[in-house]
């Protein structure tokens, strides 16, 4: 097993510039997170999925899009990108345990998104 | 969710037990703390949970108190590899609430 993958590992964009970063995880969870990391602080939560075809908003939204299409793979959209977008991006998936999420998250190996 | 408060780096001496502290003192009953790392710039790796009782696997043990209001984690026999920051999470296992929190968590060092 791949585990959860990241498509691009590194990208370099201009202001108002978009690109969609590719979460795919061979795992067969129904549970699907993006995350974003700025130097110095933890993980804040951009969306998650619950199962395909269903996307939530997390703690900060704004300016991302996502879709989940599939159940394997989940998008992460920034529709025109701005210098505040500059962090690394973590995927993450977890199965379904008693009708609620798993205990663990199992993550990507991130995306260093530079936004200039 | 409850709020966590971590010490913001500790050493330790290669193939001694790191205990981290962790205070979550407004936790309430239903809530789990979980434990994660990051090593490097890699993506979190999760480590383990709890809800009350103290909890072991092969990575680590977790001590919870008896009023919940702190746990530990305690990697028995600290290698160079543990060299990590290590997150304390106190989350509710709800439908619904999937999220995980946080914080800016604790720098491990393990010292030859």
């Known amino acids: 097993n791949a585990g959860v993958t990241q498509t691009p590992k590194f990208r370099v964009l201009k202001t108002g510039q978009s690109m969609t970063l590719l979460c795919a995880q061979d795992?067969?969870?129904?549970?699907m997170y993006w995350y974003r990391q700025d130097p110095g602080m933890g993980l804040r939560l951009i969306h998650y999925?619950?199962?395909?075809?269903?996307?939530a908003k997390g703690e900060v939204p704004d300016g991302y899009n996502v879709s989940r299409l599939k159940k394997q793979n989940f998008l992460l959209g920034l529709e025109s990108a701005a210098p505040s977008q500059t962090s690394v991006y973590f995927c993450?998936?977890?199965?379904?345990?008693?009708?609620?999420?798993?205990?663990?998250?199992?993550f990507g190996p991130g995306t260093r998104l530079t936004v200039t | 969710d409850a709020k966590t408060t971590q010490p913001t780096s500790m050493d330790c001496a290669e193939g001694r037990a790191a205990n981290l502290p962790c205070n979550h003192s407004?936790?309430?009953?239903?809530?789990?703390v979980y434990w994660y790392r990051q090593i490097h710039s890699q993506g979190p790796q999760y480590i383990i949970h709890?809800?009350?009782n103290n909890e072991t696997n092969e990575m680590a043990s977790l001590i919870i108190t008896e009023d919940r209001k702190s746990s530990t984690l305690i990697l028995p026999h600290a290698t160079l590899r543990d060299t990590a920051v290590y997150y304390c999470?106190?989350?509710?296992?709800?439908?619904?609430?999937?999220?995980?929190?946080f914080g800016t968590g604790t720098r491990l060092t393990i010292i030859p």
């Open positions: 993450a998936s977890s199965y379904r345990r008693f009708s609620r999420a798993s205990y663990e998250q199992y």
């Open positions: 795992m067969n969870h129904e549970y």
């Open positions: 999925s619950v199962g395909e075809g269903t996307t």
């Open positions: 407004t936790i309430s009953g239903n809530e789990y």
């Open positions: 709890g809800l009350k």
């Open positions: 999470i106190v989350r509710v296992t709800n439908f619904g609430n999937e999220k995980l929190t």
